[in-house]
């Protein structure tokens, strides 16, 4: 293996590296508002996905996921995954309902330690 053959591996991983890194991340929002746009047909796929500056099976992949979803939702199934920021608040919801039950068994067992001595005496 010679210099050049190591140095443009390297310079291909650089790159791909970077690429990797500045990838733009488009929420679902985002993503519902580029596949709603397609479907109104005025523009399209592909000045729409120049537009946004997307691959064509980037484009197709959300799409089906959306026509996907929305199957699944007009046959009943009404399950959904939950946004990380619900999932965050859940967590903070139960470890305050942790807390206030501890408080309350606390409380429960001095209630219940008076009321045995005052039982005694």
Request: aromatic share 8%.
């Amino acid at each position: 293996m010679d210099l050049g053959t190591k140095k443009k591996q390297t310079s291909e991983n650089y790159i791909k590296e970077f690429r990797r890194k500045t990838r733009r991340v488009f929420s679902s929002e985002q993503k519902i508002q580029i596949v709603m746009e397609a479907m109104r047909a005025e523009m399209s796929v592909s000045e729409i996905c120049r537009k946004y500056s997307i691959a064509d099976a980037q484009f197709y992949k959300w799409n089906k996921e959306f026509l996907e979803v929305g199957k699944k939702r007009l046959a009943g199934d009404t399950t959904r995954e939950a946004t990380s920021d619900e999932v965050a608040e859940l967590r903070k919801e139960n470890q305050r309902l942790k807390e206030s039950l501890a408080d309350l068994v606390i409380r429960y067992d001095i209630v219940k330690k008076i009321e045995s001595t005052l039982r005694q005496t």
